[in-house]
């Protein structure tokens, strides 16, 4: 099944079962996944414009962390992307990431993200 993991600030971020999903868009070539918590604690919505394939991508990258209590939108600022697999024919694409999302006052970090989407909304 999909997956994803990440640090948090230090803490282990898990996503509820079944919320993993992926999308790639080959007229914009962007790359978006995302997953929420168990008890809708927080949510991640990742992007990234510019896909082609695997490697590394350090640009074009944003999306937001959405915690829910206290409720604050933190949206994506800087990161990196690496694509480790990419197979559209198959709809599977996976890798690795990490980013520092803002609310304009507070930061998130997130570091050592994993993620596996088997079953990716190839449009």
Do not use: C, R
Request: hydrophobic share 35%; net charge negative; proline share 2%.
């Amino acid at each position: 099944s999909d997956s994803l993991a990440m640090t948090v600030n230090g803490a282990p971020w898990t996503p509820a079962k079944g919320s993993v999903g992926g999308q790639y868009t080959q007229g914009t070539t962007e790359l978006l996944f995302g997953a929420q918590q168990n008890n809708n604690a927080s949510a991640l919505s990742f992007v990234v414009t510019g896909v082609t394939g695997t490697g590394t991508y350090l640009t074009n990258i944003g999306g937001n962390y959405t915690s829910f209590t206290p409720s604050l939108l933190y949206f994506v600022q800087s990161g990196q992307l690496t694509v480790t697999t990419f197979d559209l024919a198959t709809h599977k694409a996976s890798g690795t990431f990490a980013f520092v999302a803002s609310t304009g006052t507070n930061v998130v970090t997130a570091t050592q993200g994993t993620f596996t989407i088997i079953d990716l909304n190839v449009q």
